[in-house]
């Protein structure tokens, strides 16, 4: 399958801010099923390319001078389901084992961990803990930890992710977080998604919980980490600015397949959602 994907992010700011650095990790490389054809990061600033601990292919962004909106922009062409299923790993396994403070688990995740372990299938796992934990839009925050989605008993996919590492380490597999891009036919999900890849019967197995199943060709990677914090798209800091308001569009279509333009957003409508999101 080939995919067209457009993720843009537009900052606003009350005030003028006056030096921005940010860590991007928006860009996916080859391997894991994915070949990437084409790829070009467009800001307005100084970019400086490079690769992480984990593998990840990097920029850090500067804007030293002025400004009071920023905007983030990545497209590209990804073929996924090829032939390539090299599994690069440049850390040791036992890195991801690794507690963090949003994918320690607690007692309660332990036990409820604890029963699949006999099992030997971390596809029971992953739906029992879907029925546990319900995908639910606005009921977590970006800093919600593992044990605090598993106690709601809700979340998004960062927390899906969070919690099933947690189970996974506690059992002893080694879990990392995946970030990237999901195709869907009807476009229902136009945004960044999460997964995660498990250390299963010697290799990385992919699963997306939110959705209940393996991943597969309508998914493309860009980061692996610890968590959300090490694969995050974008993080960062700045100095001034006042009040900051935050939009994404992402739009992940077909090769040759023209785009429903009620999933496109143009630049006036998403400068227009990050000044709402300031208020």
């Not at 440049?90 to 320690?104: Q, V």
């Not at 803990?129 to 960062?158: M, N, P, S």
Request: glycine share 8%.
């Amino acid at each position: 399958m080939r995919l067209n994907i457009e993720h843009h992010t537009q900052y606003v700011y009350s005030s003028p801010v006056h030096y921005t650095i940010q860590q991007l990790r928006l860009t996916p490389q080859s391997g894991f099923g994915q070949h990437v054809k084409h790829w070009e990061v467009k800001v307005q600033g100084q970019l400086h390319a490079f690769e992480d601990a984990f593998g990840n292919s990097m920029h850090t962004l500067v804007v030293d001078i002025p400004h009071i909106e920023l905007n983030i922009s990545v497209a590209g062409e990804v073929e996924t389901g090829v032939i390539d299923y090299s599994q690069y790993q440049p850390l040791p396994l036992t890195i991801y084992l690794r507690d963090t403070p949003l994918t320690l688990a607690d007692e309660a995740i332990i036990t409820f961990a604890e029963e699949f372990k006999q099992k030997k299938s971390i596809d029971d796992l992953m739906h029992a803990l879907l029925d546990k934990v319900g995908y639910i839009k606005g009921a977590t925050q970006v800093d919600t930890t593992a044990i605090e989605a598993f106690r709601l008993g809700k979340g998004v996919c960062q927390d899906h992710a969070h919690v099933m590492i947690a189970c996974c380490r506690s059992l002893g597999y080694p879990a990392r977080y995946v970030s990237g891009y999901l195709f869907t036919q009807d476009g229902s999900l136009m945004q960044s998604h999460a997964w995660v890849d498990v250390w299963f019967d010697n290799a990385w197995q992919s699963v997306d919980v939110s959705n209940g199943c393996r991943v597969g060709e309508t998914y493309v990677r860009i980061a692996t980490g610890l968590d959300y914090r090490t694969a995050s798209p974008i993080s960062g800091m700045r100095f001034g600015g006042g009040l900051e308001g935050m939009a994404t569009s992402v739009v992940v279509n077909q090769v040759g397949v023209p785009i429903n333009q009620q999933h496109k957003m143009n630049q006036i409508e998403l400068l227009k959602q990050a000044q709402q999101a300031q208020q």
